[in-house]
T-cell receptor
Framework: EAGVTQFPSHSVIEKGQTVTLRCDPISGHDNLYWYRRVMGKEIKFLLHFVKESKQDESGMPNNRFLAERTGGTYSTLKVQPAELEDSGVYFC???????????FGPGTRLTVL | KNEVEQSPQNLTAQEGEFITINCSYSVGISALHWLQQHPGGGIVSLFMLSSGKKKHGRLIATINIQEKHSSLHITASHPRDSAVYICAVRKYGNKLVFGAGTILRVKS
């Protein structure tokens, strides 16, 4: 069974540009989570989808970040326009049921220059 | 102060040593996770527990809900255990809150 996949693995963009990160959860997992680790800090929660609905988006830093999960399968996280402080590693995780173990993707390393 | 505190931040051990990493938290939780991240690698879930103790191979995780404390033990440590170990708690509402991680290096 394929695990959680994320694309791209690395992205280097300039300040002001737009970047879209993608997460494909494990097939059948209805819960999908986005997390972020910025340099030197602990991983922080961004948001949680149950199927296509946003269950909790309290961790989204500001309105430059937009997450979608149309159809309840894969999810995208768009940053527009990107700022320097958005640099970090963005992790996606999925679970079957919100109280079960979360399985993490390999992360996308975003560098904003 | 973080809701999840780990200690130590860094740990160097000799191959074969018994290792303990500690995690304390200050919020109500429904479960606690121990995660592992190798350099350049993704995050792997080692354990999810809400009470008692779990064992998998050379790894043992314990949790004391009353004391809000968990420990991860590695027996007979090996250089391949070198990684960052992260404690994360699931608050009611299912959001995970992460500790800063413990960087473990096991020397041969």
């Amino acid at each position: 069974e394929a695990g959680v996949t994320q694309f791209p693995s690395h992205s280097v963009i300039e300040k002001g540009q737009t970047v879209t990160l993608r997460c494909d959860p494990i097939s059948g997992h209805d819960n999908l989570y986005w997390y972020r680790r910025v340099m030197g800090k602990e991983i922080k929660f961004l948001l949680h989808f149950v199927k296509e609905s946003k269950q909790d988006e309290s961790g989204m830093p500001n309105n430059r970040f937009l997450a979608e999960r149309t159809g309840g399968t894969y999810s995208t996280l768009k940053v527009q326009p990107a700022e320097l402080e958005d640099s970090g590693v963005y992790f996606c995780a999925s679970s079957y049921g919100s109280e079960n173990e979360q399985f993490f993707g390999p992360g996308t390393r975003l560098t904003v220059l | 102060k973080n809701e999840v505190e780990q200690s130590p931040q860094n740990l160097t051990a000799q191959e074969g040593e018994f290792i303990t990493i500690n995690c304390s938290y200050s919020v109500g939780i429904s479960a606690l996770h121990w995660l592992q991240q190798h350099p350049g690698g993704g995050i792997v879930s080692l354990f999810m527990l809400s009470s008692g103790k779990k064992k998998h191979g050379r790894l043992i995780a314990t949790i004391n809900i009353q004391e809000k404390h968990s420990s991860l033990h590695i027996t007979a440590s090996h250089p391949r255990d070198s990684a960052v170990y992260i404690c994360a708690v699931r608050k009611y509402g299912n959001k995970l809150v992460f500790g800063a991680g413990t960087i473990l290096r096991v020397k041969s």
